[in-house]
């Protein structure tokens, strides 16, 4: 199989935005609604089991604010601190709130540069992409990314497959052509049930957690003065993450499907 099609998640692969970016952003939108919620470091960690801004509060209020789920308004009321923690995110993104991860320029000017066809598949809201694209990564090029698939333009957020579905049939695309890049469970999760492979770049809170499904997991994408450090898989001799290697992992994959593929 021919591989065409890189299909990138957001958070925590294109920049580690989840602690010092969307955190901070939920707790302002708290504080300036006047609620007492405080989302810590660890807390948030756990938080991120449910993917999409706006279920991760229904969530919390389920697990810790149980007094408010008599409230006729609780969707509104989410729907208002959604609105403002988006508002929140994206000022600061454009204060140069977070850098890229490293290896992530790179690796799509070479994706680029091979004449692969790029994409994004997130469950993040579309402004935060946008916002992320005009800051973070200011080098590349507008229309990068030929398809971006975000937020709520499918109902079921990852690990739900659809998202990813979406951007396949938007890039007029089999799974066996493509491969994604993401960082955490609920995103290899998504891709393997999209019949994707899928390699990992884990990111600050999702070290440690089960890759299972993924061909190959590394620390970061890595750079030639800054090589990776290879967790799950095969490196093919390669120390950093570029069109060859994606290549090897996806005919690898489809020689030999990773546990955790569907119909395994
Ligand atoms: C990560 C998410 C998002 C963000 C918050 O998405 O789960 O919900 O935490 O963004 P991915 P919103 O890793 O798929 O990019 O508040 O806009 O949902
Ligand atoms: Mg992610």
Do not use: C
């Amino acid at each position: 199989m021919t591989l065409q099609a890189v299909i990138f998640d957001v958070d925590g692969t294109l920049a580690d935005t989840e602690r010092d970016g969307h955190r901070v952003a939920f707790n302002t939108a708290f504080r300036e609604a006047g609620l007492d919620w405080e989302w810590n470091v660890p807390l948030y960690g756990e938080l991120l089991a449910v993917t999409g801004g706006k279920e991760r509060m229904r969530a919390y209020v389920e697990k810790y604010r149980r007094d408010l789920l008599a409230r006729s308004d609780l969707g509104d009321m989410i729907a208002g601190l959604h609105r403002a923690k988006t508002k929140h995110y994206v000022a600061l993104m454009e204060q140069g709130g977070i850098p890229p991860r490293p290896g992530v320029v790179r690796l799509v000017q070479e994706l680029r540069a091979a004449g692969l066809r790029l994409a994004i598949a997130t469950t993040t809201t579309p402004e935060n992409v946008e916002v992320l694209l005009r800051t973070t990564l200011a080098a590349l090029p507008p229309g990068t990314f030929e398809v971006i698939g975000a937020g709520d333009i499918v109902p079921a957020k990852k690990p739900a497959p659809d998202i990813y579905r979406w951007v396949l049939e938007r890039l007029r695309l089999p799974a066996s052509k493509g491969i994604a890049i993401e960082d955490s469970r609920n995103g290899v999760r998504a891709a393997r049930g999209a019949g994707l492979p899928v390699v990992v770049t884990h990111s600050t809170y999702t070290e440690g957690e089960d890759f299972t499904g993924a061909t190959a997991v590394v620390n970061e994408l890595g750079e030639p003065d800054r090589p990776f450090t290879l967790l799950q898989g095969a490196a093919h001799g390669r120390q950093w993450v570029g069109p060859e290697l994606l290549r090897a992992w996806a005919s690898e994959a489809s020689v030999r499907p990773a546990a955790g593929a569907p119909g395994h």
